[in-house]
């Protein structure tokens, strides 16, 4: 049972930056994607940023230009930097790894509020 691990949330003020970090507690191979999604109170999971095996990038509108998203594909980490916080940034942040054979791995989650 491969297990996803996400740190680095928490409280930040608005203007503030973070970086949330995703584990796989062992390796998996044939990788096709990785990435963030969030869900804020009251409304459905939404992409955050991803990045494929090939290094390809994607990010959601509201975050595009301050947030970085990187991998390492030998250590089977993500790394979401976010810049720049905004109240409305406030959510639990899921890491997803989206495998080639057509399996999801998802984390618990993370919240992170962003004070105004």
């Known amino acids: 049972q491969v297990q996803l691990v996400e740190s680095g949330g928490g409280l930040v003020q608005a203007g503030g930056s973070l970086n949330l970090s995703c584990a796989a507690s062992r390796v998996i191979f044939s990788i096709r994607a990785m990435g963030w999604y969030r869900q804020a109170p009251g409304k459905q999971r939404e992409l955050v940023a991803s990045?494929?095996?090939?290094?390809?990038?994607n990010y959601a509108d509201s975050v595009k230009g301050r947030s970085t998203i990187s991998r390492d594909n030998a250590k089977n980490t993500v790394v979401l930097q976010m810049n720049s916080l905004k109240p409305e940034d406030t959510a639990v942040y899921y890491c997803?790894?989206?495998?080639?054979?057509?399996?999801?791995?998802w984390g618990k989650g993370t919240l992170v509020t962003v004070s105004s």
């Open positions: 990045i494929t095996s090939g290094g390809n990038t």
């Open positions: 997803n790894i989206r495998a080639s054979y057509g399996v999801d791995y």
